[in-house]
């Protein structure tokens, strides 16, 4: 059973930083794609980043250059680091993961999801 945790998040204004790391317990992580999505009051969970087994990354187009995901394969995390935050991005942040190849931007494509962190960003 694979299990991922979410932590890093917190209340930032507009135009900070923050760094979100994903723990992954379990077999095979390097195995797995991973991605971030976020949701935010009354909206749908909607994809942010993706990595795909091979290191090939893939962002919403709202969040290309501000953001970068990575992931370290011998500590089984994710990160996702996160530059130039607008208020309209706070919500939850969930870290997800896939087996096999290929990072969708449908969440019904994912297998595994983490509790997520709230991230706040203030005016």
């Known amino acids: 059973q694979v299990q991922l945790v979410e932590s890093g998040g917190g209340l930032v204004q507009a135009g900070g930083s923050l760094r979100l790391s994903c723990a992954v317990s379990g077999r095979a992580f390097s195995s797995y794609a991973m991605g971030w999505f976020r949701q935010a009051p009354g909206n749908e969970r909607e994809f942010v980043a993706g990595?795909?087994?091979?290191?090939?990354?893939y962002y919403t187009d709202s969040v290309k250059v501000r953001f970068s995901i990575s992931r370290d394969n011998a500590k089984n995390t994710v990160t996702l680091q996160m530059n130039s935050l607008k208020p309209e991005e706070t919500a939850v942040y969930y870290c997800?993961?896939?087996?096999?190849?290929?990072?969708?931007?449908?969440?019904?494509?994912?297998?595994?999801w983490g509790r997520g962190t709230q991230v706040t960003v203030s005016s």
């Open positions: 990595l795909s087994r091979g290191g090939a990354t």
């Open positions: 997800t993961a896939r087996q096999g190849y290929g990072v969708p931007t449908s969440r019904s494509e994912y297998d595994y």
